[in-house]
């Protein structure tokens, strides 16, 4: 059968076939141990280990590959179980595709062409071989063994599972690996020895295909420092993607917080799904390719031609369809492709059944012909629904007229290209503040001036002219490498901002929410936020040197932009570098359209950028480590650190270039960045240290490695700039030109394009998610680091003990999050917390960690001491507890001397903790993470923690009536189950009779006539008391012991309620030597941490 083209990694992998027959781009290979001759000792090993695999395992005796005479990457197209299903798949390929091949140029056509064959022959097929997991019965005994072996909550959700080996070091134990929402499982029992392994996504730092001498192909997984690997799996990708997926899901979740609204497929953990995975990654591939909004979603793809009227040929490739857009990309080579936004299309017609063709009519007498659609009813059908078209008989009059017009204008474009118009209106349908870009207010051409800079500005503005006449203009215009190749030599002035906003997509975004904006800014000003405050301190520092930020307009507009994309989207908010980028959008696109701009770049092009923790850049500068390691050898030898190049590049990476280039130099980055995305700011990085490898090899440190690149940056110049020089910026360094020379920005990106063009943006897409889990993981591990360094100040706990119960702490929080959107922790989460509140727990969460921990089992999950415990520590009463309120409450009870534990004690029974009646219900839970701060309130808090004086016990308040009788039973509580119980029990029996005896003493001194109506009051009193004790036989002794001492007390206790200080109770209690005994007793602190995360999650399963 036909396969799904798949790169083969590993040459050694060969060993394990024999070649049957070969040409120049396939070759035919035979499985040894298989067919004749039998393969001898090494066939013999191969075949038994394919006897030994299950049946989703084995793999197919025959295969295809295809490879190209000047490449040493095989791909493997077919396989088949018997000789003659592979050689008919072999005779196929001879008679109809080996003579088209002498057609294409380049290897790369070759190989871009036979997988769009292939793909369409398994189009063609149904793809119905590939599917394992649609066969419901065994997927219910896979779910039943899943729960039987991991013992997981019932709420986990398997997505999918697969027969695979583990390498247990050396040695591969093979079993199933089973992937469920929120973990990775392997399971594996062979001669009486069983494997188990679980690992968390949230865990993982790193996740990638590897290959060695050993291993042709597997799946590389680290975590908790240890590495894992698992092979032999029949579809490696696959598994590899499906666990991809799952460990950004993961990420997103409980590290971004992200709710997946607009996405249902994964709006709840409960309900993931294979199927939705793959669904979402292909929307997300889509979206990125064709720069779309994120709330479109790939719902059809199709297979066919496409008739590219300037090149007078068809283009083979795909057909993509979503809600609003309709969108064509090739396959073979000629990087064409095309994005039709639905609100454009006028007409659907199927002119030809013969040839399955259909052709789209778009306003702007512009029409598009698709051929070769295998279903091309059902696409032409789709079409029209979305597009509102009726394709009725009251509506053939109209219709026919406009079938006439589309057919003649094919005949035009197929006639005379050169004639070809395609112009697409552009409605300004919003009313924005500020209506022209400020470079056309600062900078307006002087039509007359015709010297040399501006007549090459007119030259450049005639090439896009002709290119438009060409290959369309506007939302529909089709991209082409020969619309690269005109980026790079530069973007008129004139022309900039309307190109940025069709390469970015931004186009559509403005289009499709006409007055958003001016609402916005309605909206969002006069607010007061930590953002505002931020964006104003700002304003002023971006490009000062500029005369559009010299004057109110420019500074204006600026703040309007920023603050109402703050107010859009406050997970974002305001970030430094934010102010540069929108300047310079400003200068070239309309107040409106460098909003939208900013929208494109903070959310689709350079995700998770513009935060706190700048999650986004860190992962590029990792992509350009790996990039430098590939490209610069030379410079890797001379430096092994590369950490340097991070460093230095971070400015590149956040304000693309701006911040180091001259303005008239940068916009020249800024073009081929709307059209290549960040795949153009790594090339022109390579290129920069390309540009001055032999300086910097020959540096001695850093600091002078950081000169030479300052330098060079000053020296790159626009001589093709139309710019005053009131506009340019002056380079600092223009006065020295001993160091280098002037370089052309135009040349430096032409030479970028030249070395490091054939970097492609899948690859780099794949570079990011593998970083982004050591990245994300890197900056946790050092956000523990700072948490464990500021609690360690104040607790007696060690380092290592505070690292285990971070982990512990961390992982009851994603616990709250692994099985339900609607958790406390994310419900109240707010990214402009310090690392310190990064996580938290809510009442529940907490109760079941603190049951766990406490050393004296005197706390269950539903107990309402748990309840006056998270009352207690949680300070600023929120309704969440953090790391370090959490570290010091178990400090005390593990740590604590018996007075610090005693007053903790004490202190449960007051006020706020013990706060009657006792629904559970927090009382103060404010919102959080919505973007508007209470300034004041921030710093009173803030004055109040650097004024608080250190608590002492004349400053804790007296403990009433009903408050001491609950604590009297919460040290009984403590007490049960003890060794000691009973001498325990009494001790409290006789702590309370001597204090009721002196409450006693002082109220006689005080008041000597107690009328007689309060005696019957102290005896009610004195029952309800006895029926709040528990009933255990210990206890009677208790109270029967101190009762005959008391008993003469009691009757004349209460005029108004009794209370104790807590150096009375402090007293009692220390003449009792079992009780400071028992509050002294050491806690083995490693084995309490230990219990708790062996059954921290059995707790949740049992729950």
């Known amino acids: 059968m036909w396969l799904k083209p798949e790169e083969i990694l590993l040459k050694n992998a060969f060993k394990l076939w024999v070649t049957e027959k070969d040409n120049e781009y396939f070759v035919l290979q035979r499985r040894r141990g298989y067919g004749e001759g039998g393969g001898g000792l090494t066939g013999l090993l191969v075949g038994t280990l394919d006897t030994v695999l299950d049946s989703t395992s084995k793999v197919a005796p025959y295969r295809i590959l295809h490879h190209t005479p000047d490449s040493q990457v095989y791909w493997s197209i077919a396989c088949g179980v018997t000789k003659d299903e592979i050689v008919q798949h072999w005779d196929w390929l001879h008679q109809n595709i080996m003579r088209t091949l002498s057609v294409f140029d380049s290897s790369e056509d070759i190989t871009s062409f036979i997988q769009g064959k292939i793909r369409g022959l398994i189009a063609e097929e149904g793809n119905t071989s590939l599917v394992l997991e649609d066969d419901p019965e065994k997927f219910r005994e896979a779910l039943l063994r899943f729960e039987k072996w991991f013992e997981l909550p019932l709420e986990e959700k398997l997505v999918t599972y697969y027969s695979c080996s583990y390498w247990k070091g050396k040695v591969p134990c093979q079993g199933w690996l089973y992937l469920s929402t929120n973990f990775l499982c392997f399971y594996s029992y062979l001669l009486g020895s069983e494997v188990k392994l679980v690992i968390s996504w949230d865990e993982i730092w790193r996740l990638e295909k590897t290959s060695n001498v050993i291993l042709a192909e597997s799946i590389h997984v680290l975590a908790h420092g240890e590495d894992h690997y698992f092979s032999m799996m029949l579809h490696l990708n696959e598994t590899f993607g499906i666990m991809e997926q799952l460990a950004d899901y993961s990420i997103k979740r409980l590290f971004d917080k992200e709710a997946f609204q607009r996405e249902p497929a994964l709006s709840d953990p409960l309900q993931i799904t294979k199927r939705g995975l793959e669904a979402h990654a292909k929307s997300e591939q889509f979206r990125t390719f064709f720069r779309l909004p994120r709330e479109e979603n790939l719902l059809e793809v199709h297979e066919g031609f496409l008739w590219v009227p300037f090149c007078h040929f068809n283009t083979l490739g795909k057909i993509c369809l979503s809600e609003n857009y309709l969108c064509f990309a090739s396959q073979d080579g000629s990087q064409c492709h095309v994005i039709i936004p639905m609100r454009e299309v006028v007409n659907v017609e199927k002119t030809d059944s013969s040839s399955r063709a259909l052709t789209v009519c778009v306003r702007g007498k512009r029409a598009l012909r698709f051929s070769e659609v295998r279903d091309y009813q059902r696409l032409a059908n789709s079409i ?469 921990l406490e050393p004296w089992a005197f706390c269950n999950i539903k107990s309402t001491i748990s309840l006056w415990v998270f009352r207690l520590i949680d300070e600023n009463q929120d309704g969440l507890v953090n790391f370090k309120e959490f570290c010091c409450a178990i400090d005390t009870l593990y740590s604590g001397s018996f007075t610090n534990k005693l007053k903790f004690l004490f202190k449960l029974h007051l006020p706020p903790a013990f706060d009657l009646p006792e629904d559970g219900v927090i009382r103060k839970s404010p919102e959080r993470g919505r973007g508007k701060v209470d300034l004041q309130a921030y710093l009173k808090q803030w004055q109040n923690e650097i004024l608080r004086k250190e608590e002492t016990i004349k400053d804790l308040p007296r403990i009433n009536q009903t408050q001491f009788i609950q604590f009297s039973k919460t040290l009984y509580n403590i007490f049960h189950g003890d060794p000691e119980e009973e001498s325990l029990y009494r001790a409290v029996a006789h702590v309370t009779s001597l204090l009721l005896r002196m409450e006693e003493v002082g109220r006689r001194l005080q008041e000597p006539n107690i009328p007689p109506e309060s005696r019957k009051i102290a005896n009610n009193a004195a029952a309800e008391e006895s029926s709040t004790e528990e009933a255990s036989n210990t206890l009677e002794i208790c109270k029967t012991s101190s009762s005959p001492n008391s008993q003469d007390a009691v009757p004349d206790l209460v005029e108004t309620e009794w209370s104790f200080s807590f150096e009375q109770v402090l007293a009692s209690l220390l003449n009792e030597p079992a009780i400071v005994s028992f509050f002294d007793r050491p806690v083995d602190i490693h084995t309490k941490l230990g219990q708790a995360k062996v059954g921290q999650l059995k707790q949740k399963a049992n729950k």
Not at 412 to 436: C, I, R, W
Not at 485 to 509: H, K, Q, T, Y
Not at 674 to 692: M, R, T
Not at 780 to 794: G, L, P
Request: with cysteine.
């Open 384 to 852: 029209r629904s979305r597009c509102g078209i009726s394709a009725s008989p009251q509506h053939s009059a109209s219709a026919e007229a406009i079938r006439g017009e589309c057919q003649s204008l094919i005949n035009h474009f197929e006639d005379n290209p050169e004639d070809v118009t395609l112009m697409v209106g552009q409605k300004d349908s919003s009313k924005a503040v500020s209506t022209e870009a400020l470079m056309t207010v600062y900078h307006p051409q002087d039509v007359e001036n015709l010297d040399p800079k501006m007549l090459k500005e007119k030259m450049k503005e005639q090439s896009w002219n002709i290119h438009f006449s060409e290959y369309g203009r506007g939302t529909s215009m089709f991209f082409t490498k020969k619309t690269r190749d005109l980026i790079v030599r530069g973007v008129p002035e004139a022309l900039r901002g309307e190109l940025w906003m069709l390469f970015s997509g931004a186009v559509n975004d403005m289009a499709t929410h006409p007055g958003y904006y001016t609402e916005l800014v309605e909206q969002s000003l006069g607010t007061s936020t930590l953002a505002t405050d931020e964006i104003e301190r700002d304003l002023h520092r971006s490009l000062p040197e500029h005369p559009a930020f010299q004057s109110d307009t420019g500074i204006s507009a600026l703040r309007r932009v920023l603050t109402a994309y703050a107010y859009r989207n406050p997970k974002i908010g305001y970030c430094q570098a934010m102010n540069i980028l929108t300047s310079v959008l400003l200068l070239y696109a309309k107040e409106e359209e460098a909003f939208w701009l900013l929208v494109a770049v903070c959310e689709r092009m350079l995700p998770d950028y513009f935060n706190r923790r700048i999650i986004g850049a860190l992962v590029d500068q990792a992509v350009f480590e790996d990039l430098i390691r590939e490209n610069l050898p030379q410079l890797v030898e001379h430096m092994t650190d590369l950490s340097f190049f991070s460093s230095v590049s971070l400015s590149w990476f956040l304000t693309l270039f701006i911040s180091v280039l001259p303005i008239e130099s940068a916009v020249n980055v800024v073009d081929c960045f709307f059209y290549d995305g960040i795949k153009a700011i790594l090339q022109l990085g390579l290129a920069v240290l390309d540009y001055n490898m032999e300086a910097l090899i020959s540096c001695h440190d850093d600091a002078e490695a950081v000169t030479i690149l300052n330098k060079f940056f000053d020296s790159v110049t626009n001589k093709d700039s139309p710019l005053p020089p009131t506009v340019q910026q002056a380079s600092v360094g223009s006065n020295d030109k001993t160091s280098h020379f002037n370089v052309d920005i135009s040349e430096l990106i032409r030479e970028a394009y030249e070395k490091y063009g054939n970097i492609r943006s899948e690859e780099v897409e794949r570079s990011r998610k593998r970083n982004k889990l050591y990245v994300i993981q890197t900056l946790e591990d050092t956000t523990k680091q700072n948490v464990i360094r500021v609690v360690s100040q104040e607790v007696r706990l060690s380092a290592s003990q505070l690292d285990e119960l971070y982990n512990l702490f961390k992982r009851q929080h994603f616990l709250s999050c692994y099985w339900t959107m609607q958790s406390p922790a994310l419900l109240h989460h707010d990214p402009s917390l310090a690392y310190l509140e990064q996580y938290q727990l809510g009442f529940q969460q907490f109760s079941m960690l603190f049951s766990l």
